[in-house]
């Protein structure tokens, strides 16, 4: 799974977070994934957990978030990185049980 997504300055994630200096929090990048994940699977799945999850630079509005995601070796277990321009941003692993819908 693929996906690209762009914050612009005025996104309510940049609201506040920080003044003068606007960054990406990471609970905006981890939601992104969250979010691609349940987008194309085709099973309601609910949320369970993260680890190893390291963010490595910081994001600003306008820069382009590249989401790549492979299935883990357990069922609803996915790896996960987002780059900008080639570069590591955040990494980790999401997991997610099924849904009982």
């Given at each position: ?46 949320f ?46 999401i ?7």
């Open positions: 799974m693929n996906s690209s997504i762009t914050y612009d300055k005025n996104s309510h994630w940049f609201s506040g977070h920080f003044p003068g200096r606007p960054i990406l929090p990471g609970v905006a990048q981890l939601k992104a994934v969250l979010d691609c994940i349940i987008a194309t699977e085709k099973e309601p799945l609910t369970s957990g993260l680890s190893r999850v390291k963010f490595k630079r910081i994001v600003a509005p306008d820069e382009q978030l590249d989401i790549h995601i492979t299935r883990g070796n357990e069922k609803h277990h996915y790896m996960f990185t987002i780059t900008s321009d080639n570069e590591d941003v955040c990494s980790g692993r997991l997610f049980t099924r849904s009982p819908h």
